[in-house]
């Protein structure tokens, strides 16, 4: 086991039209629209926001905005460059000239990239005594050292202070391309015009070469190996990583079935009813599967009093080790999957959630046709697929387990 300090928190010194996929909505007021551009290499770089492009300076560009009640923002995470575009119906055309500004003519303004960076700043400060931070950024650089996965999600203090305005514009010149391109839309907009919409925005970007998935998932490093950053607090943050299932391998669905028995169920898994409803030991205690670009694996964790966190941890792994010798039992199966297939019509209630749910597709690899594949891919699952998987799974037991407090006993 492994012993940190936490860092401190010092303030710095200084369109390809056949990759788009469209769900029209007739009728609605309200339109929503997505896009995602593949490979963000450096998180530290995430002061680019909608706030001045082409002749408008930041005032100028935020004021366009509010006054036609319109919603413009970008995100990079682990895998992609995001960005999301909400608005009224008689709105869209503001909308789309907004859009095509931020993307084609971003400014960079000296005075707009130092306000954000402070920002961001601010909150990476924040984040150098927050437990849950601590653990994630710590667990994550254990588990891919050397790699972008390694890194901080939001950057370091150090590396965003550093950025400068010709550095980001350079960024936004190798970054948005067409060629790794997806743009869902959904709405009151046909597909005839947001075909011709699409050729505006995105003509102007370089063509740039599409990533190709991965045959297989970056190892985890530090298997079977526990770290733990003190900090002077009553509660521990626990967080564990063990091997997990890329996005399209045969198994994943019947992995899915397998989490949600262990720890992906809010109140029925086996690690709620274990840790929580039988001992006490936590508030909550959850498992899900990560399927990224370059890595699949299983995460889990849960936060409790420093001198109950080693029965915790325990009782986790004994969990798991029971699924795999024994894996689950026939009743846990077919209700995990009731549960997976009957709650999928709760993604598609908002037009943001349907665009989320069709992006998170399209950037998966999936066609809009999965939407009618999904759910017999998951009655299709048998007890004997979810106990194999277990096995493949959990067969050695080896975790990567982080810890961020003062916990007694944790080995």
């Excluded at 999957?337 to 999928?344: Q, T």
């Amino acid at each position: 086991m492994t012993v940190a300090q936490p860092p401190d928190a010092q303030p710095p010194e200084s369109l390809d039209p056949a990759r788009r996929t469209t769900q029209d909505q007739l009728e609605r007021a309200v339109g929503e629209g997505r896009l995602t551009l593949d490979e963000f290499t450096d998180r530290s770089a995430l002061v680019w926001k909608a706030q001045n492009a082409g002749e408008l300076d930041a005032e100028a560009f935020q004021g366009r905005m509010a006054d036609h009640a319109i919603s413009l923002s970008f995100d990079a995470r682990r895998d992609d460059f995001h960005g999301q575009v909400q608005t009224l119906s008689r709105h869209r055309d503001t909308a789309f000239e907004l859009l095509g500004l931020a993307l084609n003519a971003p400014r960079f303004d000296a005075d707009a990239v130092s306000r954000v960076k402070a920002q961001v700043i601010a909150g990476l400060q924040r984040q150098a005594q927050n437990p849950d931070a601590l653990c994630r950024n710590a667990l994550f650089a254990a588990a891919f050292p050397g790699h972008a996965y390694g890194r901080p999600e939001r950057g370091e203090i150090a590396s965003v202070g550093a950025l400068q305005p010709e550095a980001l514009k350079r960024l936004t010149r190798d970054l948005l391309t067409r060629g790794g391109l997806r743009f869902v839309a959904v709405g009151d907009i046909t597909a005839t015009e947001l075909a011709q919409r699409l050729d505006d925005l995105f003509a102007g970007l370089p063509a740039g070469q599409p990533r190709t998935m991965p045959e297989a998932g970056l190892p985890i490093a530090d298997l079977g190996k526990t770290h733990v950053v003190d900090l002077d607090v009553p509660q521990t943050v626990l967080r564990f990583i063990g091997p997990g299932l890329m996005r399209h391998d045969p198994d994943f669905f019947a992995g899915t079935v397998l989490n949600h028995i262990l720890g992906g169920s809010a109140f029925t898994s086996r690690l709620f009813m274990e840790v929580r409803e039988k001992r006490g030991l936590a508030y909550g205690v959850s498992s899900s599967l990560m399927p990224l670009r370059q890595s699949g694996f299983l995460i889990g964790g849960t936060s409790t009093r420093n001198d109950r966190v080693a029965e915790s941890m325990t009782v986790i792994r004994e969990e798991i080790a029971k699924l795999a010798a024994e894996g689950p039992s026939e009743h846990e199966v077919e209700e995990a999957k009731r549960y997976i297939i009957g709650s999928y019509p709760l993604r598609f209630d908002t037009s943001p959630k349907i665009a989320a749910e069709l992006l998170g597709l399209a950037v998966s690899g999936y066609g809009p046709e999965f939407l009618a594949e999904r759910n017999r891919r998951f009655a299709e699952v048998t007890l004997a697929d979810v106990r194999r998987v277990a096995s493949r799974l959990f067969g050695d037991g080896r975790l990567l387990v982080q810890a961020v407090g003062r916990p007694v006993g944790l080995a």
